[in-house]
């Protein structure tokens, strides 16, 4: 059974995907985990692979979802980017970059907003 948070966040990384297709990213994989770390969301867009950390929210505060990348978050998301490039056998050569996606449900309009950070700093 989902809980409330769970299904916010679904609900938020569906949009976020929506999101990046629209701005001409292609999905590569979503939820990949790992015992030491999660990417939400792998793309590419410009022969660049963007590892993409999504925060949903369905209540507009002064809070700023990307703010709870706390550090051990960057470093278990980190790992498991390196894991990843390994994993799939991704060329040294190729670029990649670690992106925030920040996404605000409104239920009553039944709309979204984003906030797309990009290249942030493990």
């Not at 938020?12 to 979503?30: N, P, S, V």
Request: glycine share 4%; hydrophobic share 35%.
């Amino acid at each position: 059974m989902e809980t409330n948070k769970q299904k916010i966040g679904n609900m938020g990384e569906e949009m976020a995907c929506e999101f990046l297709k629209q701005k001409g990213y292609k999905i590569l994989d979503r939820n990949y985990r790992k015992k030491w770390g999660e990417i939400d969301i792998v793309a590419k867009k410009d022969d660049i692979i963007h590892f993409v950390e999504v925060k949903s929210v369905s209540r507009v505060t002064g809070y700023l979802p990307e703010e709870s990348i706390h550090p051990w978050k960057r470093k278990r998301l980190g790992r498991a980017i390196q894991t990843y490039l390994l994993e799939k056998k991704i060329s040294e050569d190729l670029e990649w970059q670690t992106d925030s996606l920040a996404v605000f449900l409104d239920f009553k309009t039944r709309k979204a907003k984003f906030r797309f950070l990009e290249n942030i700093i493990l």
